[in-house]
């Protein structure tokens, strides 16, 4: 088993920059794939972006050149880097992790607000 557990979410302007934090514990050798999903009201999750142990990386068009994954595989943490915040991008951010035995693992989430 994997827990997951968020930090850094909250109300930013738009234009603003926010920077998430995912720390994996428990079977965290199994760990293969980590990455950010988001969930805005109504809407179904979306994939943000996603990384793998060695760095290679995925990430949504629509946050292209603002967004940054990064992976800290010693501290078994991913972070999440956002900038340029829009109003849109509101939503419930998930951590999400995915082990070699195929598993699928999600965080709480974290609240993400990008108002005036």
């Known amino acids: 088993q994997v827990q997951l557990v968020e930090s850094g979410g909250g109300l930013v302007q738009p234009g603003g920059s926010l920077r998430l934090s995912c720390a994996a514990s428990g079977s965290i050798f199994s760990i293969d794939v980590m990455g950010w999903y988001r969930q805005a009201p109504g809407k179904q999750r979306e994939l943000v972006a996603t990384i793998t142990p060695g760095g290679s990386t995925v990430i949504a068009n629509s946050v292209k050149g603002r967004f940054t994954i990064s992976r800290d595989n010693a501290k078994n943490t991913v972070d999440l880097q956002m900038n340029s915040l829009k109003s849109e991008e509101t939503a419930i951010y998930y951590c999400?992790?995915?082990?070699?035995?195929?598993?699928?693992?999600w965080g709480q989430g974290t609240q993400v607000t990008v108002s005036s």
């Open positions: 999400h992790a995915i082990d070699r035995a195929n598993h699928a693992y």
